[in-house]
């Protein structure tokens, strides 16, 4: 075995284990956001509206959306990756397993903490995520490929998506309130800051501090 297999063999270990340990974090701080009751992002408000309305529990929702979103991919002609299609099923899954195990908080101090440990625990899994670098969430893939197409700005695209996911999910009966607001303004620093911290070196070449251009940082 050469010396350069043997390097690659350890790099790729860390790589998967960051993918994976980071779609389980943010299922998990997404269930966070669920049991503290004060407000969801913005693609869980969505989810959580359209499980009140179905019956189906919100991991599975976030499932469904998330290989909808997928076969958007096919007329913006996104390539998903390893990451890409591991985000529609793992997130959702840790998600359900995290709302089986965690009981309901009760009182305003107690839902404050477990919000903050969602919008925390979120910008950690995103750091651990995005630097494994196996390609972007279907929904940041989405909105890439309309600012391709569309040649409007990243910042624009992606306030629209929100916007829309948001109003949509609201009307059909998801929880929008001061954690909204708050996942809102905390979690780009978040995720930049834990981007960096779980960054990946490139086998002896410049370390992945920073995603691809173009590319947006949140794996949902």
């Given at each position: 075995?050469s ?11 860390r ?5 994976y340990?980071g779609?389980a974090?943010?299922g998990?701080?997404s269930?966070l956001?669920?049991?503290a009751?004060?407000?969801l ?8 509206g ?23 991919w096919?007329?913006l002609?996104q ?9 529609v ?7 359900d397993?995290t709302l089986?195990l ?5 009182g305003p101090?107690?839902r ?5 440990a ?5 910008g ?13 969430g279907p929904r ?7 600012h391709?197409?569309?040649g409007?700005?990243?910042?624009l ?15 059909l ?9 708050l996942y809102?303004?905390a ?6 800051f ?6 990946i070196p490139?086998?002896?070449?410049p ?9 947006a940082?949140?794996?949902?």
């Open positions: 075995m010396t350069t297999t043997a390097r690659k063999r350890p790099h790729l270990t790589r998967l284990i960051q993918l340990a779609l974090l943010y998990t701080s269930a956001l669920v049991v009751g004060l407000g992002e913005p693609w869980g408000v969505l989810h959580q359209l499980a009140e309305r179905t019956g189906i529990t919100i991991g599975v929702v976030s499932i469904i959306i998330g290989a909808i979103v997928l076969l958007l096919i007329p002609r390539r998903p990756g390893l990451g890409t299609v591991s985000n099923f793992a997130v959702g899954i840790a998600m397993g089986a965690v009981p309901d908080v009760h101090a107690a404050a903490g477990v919000m903050a969602g919008i925390v625990l979120n950690v899994a995103t750091g651990l995520y995005i630097a494994a670098r196996f390609g972007p940041d893939g989405l909105m890439t490929g309309l391709r197409r569309t409007r700005s990243i910042r695209v992606r306030t629209a998506i929100e916007a829309a996911v948001v109003v949509t999910g609201f009307l009966g998801g929880s929008l309130g001061i954690g909204t607001v809102a303004l979690i780009g620093p978040l995720a930049q834990f981007l960096r911290f779980f960054a490139d086998n002896g070449g370390t992945a501090a920073t995603p691809p251009s173009g590319q940082i949140l794996p949902q």
